[in-house]
């Protein structure tokens, strides 16, 4: 790699690379939490980058469908990784509070710098999209937060109301956790028949066929082989760092004076999904829009669908006792409001620069609640 490389835009990631050994070096040493978890945090970016360079060059040879799908798969797989070394650690509102920042972080984050970036240039134009594919994205991300929201509507109901803000383990019961685990197998078997439905039954939406018109120059020319080998490299490096990031959290929270709630909201959340978050807002800024709107809706509905659920299954098997799917008040309202918000912008299939700022605008007040709650 040459320096022109490393500070282009596809390349100053990878400038981060010497945190990962850093890091490592910080948590054998007993160095302060704080600095073993905010590098560690950044340790993980350039090995995210790694995912997105790699899923990129997939992306380009299975159309924007397959490619936002194989996006969102490896993207997120930062993120089911530390969140299950937090369950194991007992960490379990982390875990809860990563899920729903991930969503909000895709909906209003990822597409909102998604949308800024693809103004970026042409400022009088709209970016165009394809509504039916980020319509059927948004209306999965809506229906799997209704089901989300539920076992927390009958603990409320039923129990002993909303849990708070905080970092203790709150044992509700076995009905709402037989509840919390026959949500999730609903929305496995809901993400199982999404597959299916746009990789076979509705292919030609997700993934339509080229015009034609070549995009080698986007690409470095990586092989199926090479990319896969570099997913692997980057998904063990991030099992390390996230293995010294959670390790860190508890002591992080109180030296740097943030809440757990808050750190798995947003800082634990922007970490795990750089992965994505980086890939969208590139290929925005290339005019690839609807790649950008796959990745950042198909993420949060991957998260709501997929992750939410294959963590409660991993919480009967790891960790002290198993997660229900019971959040809290700020978490319940920012994922409502989430998939209302990607619903309104999903159906008009464009973008303008100035759409992305408002969305942006709507992320830094939840972000703000949550530093302050």
């Keep these: 790699m040459n320096r022109g490389f490393l500070l282009g835009p596809d390349g100053w990631p990878y400038l981060l690379v010497p945190f ?54 490896f993207g997120n797989a930062p993120e089911l990784i530390i969140a299950l070394f ?5 960490l379990q509102e982390v875990v809860k509070a990563s899920i729903i920042g991930s969503i909000i972080g895709n909906v209003l984050l990822v597409l909102g710098a998604a949308m800024v970036s693809g103004g970026i240039g042409r400022p009088g134009q ?8 980020a319509s ?22 039923e129990g002993r109301g909303l849990p708070s803000v905080g970092p203790e383990l709150v044992d509700y019961g076995s009905t709402v956790e037989f509840l919390s685990l026959a949500v999730s197998v609903v929305l496995i078997l809901c993400y199982v028949a999404g597959l299916f439905f746009s990789l076979k ?34 998904g063990v490096a991030v099992g390390v760092m996230s293995e010294v990031l959670v390790g860190s959290i508890s002591e992080a929270s109180e030296s740097v004076g943030l809440s757990e709630f808050f750190i798995g909201a947003i800082v634990v959340a922007i970490v795990g999904n750089a992965a994505e978050h980086w890939v969208a807002v590139l290929v925005a800024f290339k005019g690839k829009m609807d790649l950008a709107v796959n990745i950042a809706i198909g993420s949060s509905a991957q998260v709501a669908l997929f992750v939410a659920p294959a963590l409660v299954f991993a919480s009967f098997l790891i960790g002290p006792s198993p997660m229900p799917l019971v959040f809290n008040g700020f978490e319940l309202g920012a994922i409502l409001l989430a998939a209302l918000i990607a619903n309104a912008v999903s159906s008009e299939g464009e973008s303008t620069w100035f759409e992305g700022v408002q969305l942006l605008a709507v992320y830094a007040v939840f972000a703000i609640a949550f530093f302050v709650a």
């Design 20 to 73: 990962i050994p850093i890091a490592i070096a910080l948590d054998l040493a007993g160095a302060a939490a704080g600095v073993i978890f905010f590098t560690a945090a950044i340790g993980i970016i350039p090995t995210a980058a790694l995912m997105g360079r790699a899923t990129e060059e997939l992306a380009e040879r299975s159309g924007p469908g397959v490619g936002g799908l194989l996006n969102v798969t």
């Design 86 to 90: 937090a369950l194991a650690e007992g």
């Design 126 to 133: 709209v970016q165009k999209f394809d509504r039916t594919a």
């Design 136 to 157: 059927t994205q948004s209306t999965m991300l809506f229906l799997a937060a209704a089901a989300l929201l539920m076992p927390a509507i009958f603990e409320l109901v």
């Design 201 to 234: 039954t509705h292919s030609d939406v997700f993934n339509p066929r080229s015009d034609g018109q070549s995009e080698d120059d986007d690409t470095w020319g990586w092989s199926v082989r090479k990319s896969v080998i570099a997913l692997a490299i980057a």
